[in-house]
């Protein structure tokens, strides 16, 4: 069973930058499109951005010019580069596929404040 382990979160003052790591256990991790997640205090879970195994990118339009997806499969891993952080990106940060999750890590809390 794949284990997802998230990290690279902090306390960020509004306009800083972090790049949050999520490394996956198994084999199989380079043919599955990936994805970032965040889930903020009192909301639901939302996609944030996503990356197929060939490397297209997509975000979520609220991250668009600020976060960059990427993935290295030889280290079955998948990063997320934040810049330009708001406040509103306060939030627990999470990878997983795309489509058919795998069981849920414990995240990595991202907190923006002065």
Do not use: H
């Not at 084999?27 to 996609?47: D, H, L």
């Not at 489509?99 to 414990?106: E, F, K, L, V």
């Amino acid at each position: 069973q794949v284990q997802l382990v998230e990290s690279g979160g902090g306390l960020v003052q509004p306009g800083g930058s972090l790049r949050l790591s999520c490394a996956a256990s198994g084999s199989t991790f380079s043919i599955y499109a990936m994805g970032w997640y965040r889930r903020a205090p009192g909301k639901q879970r939302e996609m944030v951005a996503g990356i197929t195994s060939g490397g297209i990118t997509n975000y979520a339009d609220f991250v668009k010019g600020r976060f960059t997806i990427s993935r290295d499969n030889a280290k079955n891993t998948v990063y997320l580069q934040m810049n330009s952080l708001t406040p509103e990106d306060t939030a627990v940060y999470y990878c997983n596929r795309r489509y058919t999750w795998w069981p849920w890590g414990q995240g990595t809390q991202v907190t923006v404040s002065s």
